[in-house]
């Protein structure tokens, strides 16, 4: 299993310029407020200009006491309400960049009630929320922003984000288009495009748009690791493995890379080369559960049963405390458990014959979760045996997991191009998760979830 690098989803922003984002999102609405006030019916004073314009500039130095410190001063002088309000909610974005949340929400609460008909404060505070993990409140507020005609591409992103947090892929990348119909640059959109796609099973989109980031950002490392796990699950290991090399290359201490880069080894047959990574990764990262349960996969391959037993409970137990795992994994988490039930009870590593004899009369019986239980225990012991990904392909789409029957059924196809069945098959199930267009009339940031998208 590989594990993407979705940090950003917590908009924690894009490594590259978190910084510089910070910046800006203090700034940016002291700017306008000056830019507007030829529109107000009290025009900006010289000394409110003054005040604004030395504000912009201790946030760009990152003189965080003197910019507050001004800000407090332009509030007593400053009258107009909207421009008030434009204050209030740059400090609260520094607030909420020191750590001050109860402060950043103080100030992004007075700016709401000061302006209320007026975008800018609502998808500040709605931001702001979902950087709080505070879903809730933060959907409210970017629904009104979006309603009072927003044209800030984050807020598009945040509301994209918090669509696909809620199981609705399709409402995420209309979000997303919009972001990006905003604002072409705005890398946190097409990166988050790229996860989706990849959610969706069309991974050409998903390595297009990664390929979009990596040119953005060719010295970082989250890129490469990301366009690896869509180059995986469409079957091309040899990309996948370079893509990681290259990450691991760029940030030796990218825990999550280096697990990746394990499997893409395992998978190729190099279960040393995958162990030794594992290591890399254990070190940075302890209790990951996706490198945790890769390296019960090696052991298991190599006949080693102790070892796989104490893999198995290590992975297990981190299992039990990641809910995304949880939720993401959940039939290959069964697979593991009945891997560890065996052990226990037989005292030995269950045979590759005992196996394929078990998943061959579930599928027979079409007991459709647990044939998957056991071609995935088949697909452990031999990622290149054809039958199991065949298989676990068709199952993954009778138990509604159709991204993952994309997944199988490419690496299949990689192995067996000339399959007009398998290909066929593939085809259908990406044309049935394909992001459809909104109803007339209907904003596309707001299109309901399609049933047929979800996994």
Known sequence: MKQFDISSRTFRALLAFAAFAAILACSTPLRAAQAESDQTDKPITETETRLLRQIEEAVAAGNTDEAMLLMAKALVYIEDPERLARVYVSRGHLNLRLGRNDDALEDLDAAVRLAPDDPVPAEA???????????????????????????????????????????????????????????????????????????????????????????????????????????????????????????????????????????????????????????KSDDLEKDNPYCLCNRVEAFFRLGEKLKARGALKKCLKAAGQDPFFQREEAYYIAALEMLKEYIDKENELPSAEFIYDKASEAWKADKRKYAFTFYSLAYMLD???????????????????????????????????????????????????????????????????????RR
């Open 125 to 279: 505070r709605g931001i702001a929320y979902y950087q709080l993990k505070r879903p809730g409140l933060a959907i409210p507020d970017l629904d009104r922003a979006l309603a009072l005609g927003t044209t800030e591409p984050a807020a598009f992103t945040a509301r994209g984000n918090l669509y696909l947090d809620y199981g609705n892929p399709l409402g995420a990348l209309a979000a997303y288009d919009r972001a990006l119909d905003l604002d072409p640059t705005y890398t946190e959109a097409t990166f988050q495009r790229g996860y989706v796609y990849s959610r969706l099973g069309h991974f050409d989109l998903a390595v297009e748009a990664f390929n979009q980031v990596v040119a953005e950002f060719p010295e970082q490392a989250f890129p490469y690791n990301n366009r690896g796990i869509v180059h995986s699950q469409a079957g091309r290991e040899a990309e996948s493995l370079a893509d990681f090399e290259k990450a691991v290359e760029l940030d030796s201490n990218y825990a999550s890379a280096w697990s990746n880069l394990g499997y893409t080894e395992f998978l190729l047959g190099n279960v040393d080369a995958a162990l030794s990574a594992y290591d």
């Open 383 to 453: 990622p290149g045996d054809s039958v199991p990904l065949y298989r676990l392909g068709v199952l993954s789409e009778r138990l509604g997991r159709r991204s993952y029957a994309i997944t199988f059924l490419s690496r299949y196809l990689a192995k067996h191009p000339d399959d007009e069945y398998a290909e066929s098959a593939r085809d259908i199930l990406e044309s049935l998760v394909m992001p459809l267009p909104p109803p007339p009339g209907m904003d596309s940031a707001q299109a309901p979830m399609q049933e047929n998208a």
